[in-house]
């Protein structure tokens, strides 16, 4: 496995790099806050991704997609991630494109995929239940009745959730609470009977909802993979995510950091610049190494999950937990350095930080993963 | 079949016969290990260890990407990859080790005239000169080109005075490569030249430091009236700082990898991987730590050393541009090895701190010493204050005051 990005993978990044810069600088998220959008992603934007063929980058051909693999979309992601990007494109072009691709029946192939890569239909992804993720902890039932399941409970913190047509949904057919057996995935039309979607509003200015499903029916041809075992089929769209989501925690980092470095060259305090003092170098020097450790990391989860390699899941959890302590000492240590301005709402350094406490949270803390690497690595 | 496959093939042939039995791993655990440094005065427990050292240094194995006519290997890099996973394989040992063939030999390559590289890498390859390092001296540690030994103009040598510290295994080295001063005190970078001095050169002398470990790898090294030629002279006169810097990255590159290299050493069963020695001292229960607080440090230890030999991988896939990053893996290497053993040292509890004795174990009173060896790795080499120094101006472009 080499550590280096092909020249596809990297023509795609050198395109997400000028896409962000030249349509979605952080201004472009900005105005959507201050003009409080119900679904904190604009349209227009989702369109010219699509025309790039974003959502289809993890969709075979045969399906209209390009099949261009996780290391593709997770540069892109992490490329938007500098500019705070907000889009559909993790909850679609990654959860859902890869759910679907990797365990959707051929109807469900035929039925989504094609709809996915024009950007036609959005999807989430919806495990989560209370405030610290756990996908053991599903409680939500889906009882057999006959032919049909039925589905009670409620869903937390589902990304894209305020607006995605299409739910993934992991619920127990069998056994407790705490178990990983007896968990079932199913895709359901978020406008189905019975399904309400609260908005969250988070610190991030996200797109956020729970979900709560009140007698939700829906047939065995919606079940996602096989009936029983999917937690373990959960457990590995998760790990796509978290790797995606751990690029896009780098390019947060990244970008935070370079914002700092230059106000370290402009500000002047006592008559010099303040990037002068060695008390902030050192610092910043710091930083650099935990940059360089994270982009190493990360890099091998994304090629481990295009090769399929069987150190996925610790790679997945490795690149979790170290982009995870990075972004929380560089979106800290930024708004420090920046002084008095790094806390005004005025300034953009903050949006790193908000962004930076919501995305360690998503898909397990660091503590979450320090812990599963442990038990994979038979410490 | 393609020309690497062929090589592939003799290369196995070759080490199959001519790596003797007790250099391999499975080696019979009664037979003495040596640690092999080469030199004129080299002793060895067990003679295979000097036959492997004489069958490598006569293929250039010993570092096998230098040319032929230096007594390399002459290899490209696809074949060193595979020498070295045909080594691996059979779990080789490494043959030599030597400050001339990680530091002086690369910079000869570069900066030497024909004659001195045909003289002096041969020798290192073969391991038959043992080199030294004379760097600091008592008044120039991190601020090393402040240094003072000088060597004057005695019109067909330089007469050197003066005295270096730190200098490893001097007692025991046949030649130094040295730094001295040739030219004016001020600008100090601009009058120093990089010399080369045999230790049984009358006024060479030398006094072993011991460390707070006990032991003594380093030494103090004087220079009272030595005469040295003037052909030991490396590259132009007053212009041995550029050399030495880019020895420097040599040192720290292959400092960098002590941390990782021991690291993967101990899960070899050596006894000083961290987590069987956690398991050892704290108990096991279900295959876990026992002890939840020293399972999550070194938990979030074992992922910050995971990430920094990806990031090592990853350094090599790129192709090695090496001068940026060097100071950033001296600095890391060091940082986390150090704090690798003040974890174990932690996690083996009062037999962590055992000094000497039948009442504790070879391996507790081992670790003890390369505890506090480790103190070292962040001062040798440069400081980590220095490397920090050196990525905040080099690589991140802060200003200076």
Excluded at chain 1, 118 to 138: F, K, Q, R, V, Y
Excluded at chain 2, 9 to 23: F, G
């Amino acid at each position: 496995m080499k550590l280096i990005l092909t020249e596809e993978e990297q023509f795609l990044k050198d395109t997400a790099k000028n896409f962000a810069e030249e349509r979605c600088p952080i201004s472009h998220f900005r105005s959507l806050r201050d003009n409080n959008d119900p679904i904190l992603w604009d349209e227009e934007i989702w369109k010219e991704m699509t025309t790039l063929g974003w959502p289809g980058i993890l969709i075979p051909e045969e399906y209209g997609g390009s099949n261009f693999g996780i290391t593709g979309i997770s540069v892109i992601l992490g490329e938007c991630a500098k500019t705070l990007t907000p889009s559909p494109l993790f909850a679609t072009g990654v959860l859902g494109a890869f759910s679907i691709t990797n365990f959707g029946s051929s109807e469900q192939k035929q039925n989504y995929l094609p709809k996915i890569a024009s950007g036609e239909l959005t999807t989430a992804l919806a495990i989560d239940e209370s405030s610290h993720h756990n996908p053991a902890n599903t409680e939500m039932a889906a009882k057999k009745d006959g032919k049909k399941f039925v589905l009670n409970g409620k869903k937390t913190f589902v990304i894209d959730g305020a607006s995605a047509d299409l739910l993934i949904v992991l619920a127990r057919t069998s056994g407790n609470k705490g178990e990983m057996s007896g968990l079932t995935l199913f895709l359901i039309d978020s406008n189905d009977p019975g399904i309400e979607k609260i908005k969250l509003d988070m610190a991030d200015s996200r797109n956020y909802a729970n979900i709560n499903f009140d007698n939700v029916e829906v047939d065995a041809e919606s079940i996602l993979g096989d009936e029983e075992t999917g937690g373990e089929t959960a457990e590995n769209i998760l790990d796509i995510g978290r790797i995606a989501l751990a690029s896009e925690m780098l390019g947060n980092a990244e970008a935070a950091f370079e914002t700092t470095l230059d106000y370290l060259k402009q500000r002047k305090q006592f008559g010099v610049l303040i990037g002068s003092f060695q008390a902030l170098q050192h610092r910043a020097a710091e930083m650099f190494c935990e940059l360089e450790l994270t982009k190493s990391s990360v890099l091998a989860a994304m090629k481990a999950a295009d090769e399929g390699s069987n150190e996925l899941q610790r790679l997945s959890s490795l690149s979790k937990t170290i982009a995870g302590e990075t972004l929380h000492l560089v979106s800290n240590e930024a708004v420090q350095m920046h002084g008095g301005i790094g806390v005004t709402d005025e300034y953009d350094i903050g949006f790193f930080l908000k962004r930076a406490r919501v995305a360690e949270q998503i898909f397990g803390s660091s503590k979450f993963h320090t812990e599963r690497y442990a038990n994979i690595s038979g410490f | 079949m393609s020309n690497l496959d062929k090589f592939r093939d003799e290369t196995k042939k070759w080490l199959n016969e001519n790596c003797p039995p007790s250099m391999r791993s499975g080696a019979d655990p009664s037979i003495p290990i040596d640690e092999v440094w080469g030199g004129r005065n080299a002793e060895y427990k067990n003679p295979e260890s000097k036959l492997w050292l004489d069958r490598m240094g006569e293929k250039g194995w010993t570092m096998p990407t230098v040319p032929k006519e230096y007594g390399g290997g002459g290899l490209n890099k696809e074949e060193v990859k595979i020498l070295n996973e045909e080594m691996f394989l059979i779990g080789a040992k490494q043959p030599l080790l030597s400050f001339g063939i990680w530091m002086l030999a690369p910079v000869l390559l570069e900066y030497g005239n024909e004659a001195q590289k045909k003289e002096h890498i041969p020798k290192i390859l073969k391991g038959e000169i043992r080199w030294c390092q004379g760097y600091s001296e008592p008044g120039s540690g991190s601020d090393l080109a402040s240094l003072s030994t000088k060597a004057e103009d005695a019109g067909d040598h330089f007469l050197v005075n003066g005295q270096k510290v730190w200098t490893s295994y001097a007692d025991k080295a046949d030649w130094i490569f040295a730094l001295v001063r040739t030219g004016a005190k001020e600008p100090k970078h601009d009058g120093i030249s990089f010399v080369l001095i045999d230790m049984a050169t009358k006024g060479v002398s030398t006094k072993p430091i011991t460390l707070i470990s006990g032991k003594s790898p380093f030494c103090e090294t004087f220079f009272d009236n030595v005469e040295v030629p003037k052909e030991n002279l490396i590259g132009e006169l007053n212009a041995g700082w550029t050399i030495a810097k880019k020895l420097l990255q040599h040192e720290r590159a292959f400092i960098s990898n002590f941390g990782l290299a021991g690291a993967a050493a101990a899960g070899g069963g050596s006894g000083r991987d961290i987590v069987s020695i956690a398991k050892k001292h704290l108990g096991e229960e279900n295959g876990k730590i026992k002890n939840s607080f020293y399972r999550t440090e070194i938990a979030s230890h074992k992922i910050k050393e995971h990430a920094f030999g990806l990031t090592l991988k990853r350094a090599g896939d790129e192709g090695g541009k090496a001068s940026a990053t060097a100071s950033m893996f001296k600095l890391y290497g060091t940082e986390h090895n150090k704090k690798r053993h003040e974890l174990m040292v932690a996690a083996s509890g009062i037999d962590g701190v055992a000094w000497d004795g039948d009442e504790f174990d070879q391996d507790d009173k081992n670790l003890t010493r390369a505890w506090l060896r480790t103190k070292g790795n962040s001062i040798e080499g440069g400081t980590s204050e220095v490397q920090l120094n050196v990525i905040s101006k080099r690589v991140l472009n802060l200003p200076s005051q």
